[in-house]
């Protein structure tokens, strides 16, 4: 079992940054990734980023890739998402997710442990 609690979220304006964080805890291990998805009020839950733990292989959205950037820190069982430029279209519900694969999927089925969302709100 992994327990994954996000924090970082707040409301910010266009063009100012945030950074989240993922804290892991229970039986992670190097095989695993995290991932970062979005969900916007009436849409679909989306894909962001996400990292393998051991050996740091990253991901990206097309629509985040250039601001955006994904990392972890091995010795805290911590993930992090550093957002730059954020624009109003990236508001939404960030959840931070592990999946136990050695491999980095973008699919939210693929991941099997889930936290409990924070939100991002980006003004114009």
């Known amino acids: 079992q992994v327990r994954l609690v996000e924090s970082g979220g707040g409301a910010v304006q266009a063009g100012d940054s945030l950074r989240l964080s993922c804290a892991a805890s229970?039986?992670?291990?190097?095989?695993?990734?995290m991932g970062w998805f979005r969900q916007a009020p009436g849409k679909e839950r989306e894909f962001v980023a996400a990292?393998?733990?051991?050996?740091?292989?990253?991901s990206y959205a097309d629509s985040v890739k250039g601001r955006f950037t994904i990392s972890r820190d091995n010795a805290g069982n911590t993930g992090y998402l550093q957002m730059n430029s954020l624009k109003p279209e990236d508001t939404a519900v960030y959840y931070c997710?592990?999946?136990?694969?050695?491999?980095?999927?973008?699919?939210?089925?693929?991941?099997?442990?889930w936290g409990q969302g924070t939100q991002v709100t980006v003004s114009s």
């Open positions: 997710a592990a999946a136990l694969s050695f491999l980095v999927p973008t699919i939210s089925s693929q991941y099997s442990y």
């Open positions: 229970g039986r992670t291990s190097p095989g695993y990734t």
């Open positions: 990292i393998r733990w051991g050996g740091g292989s990253t």
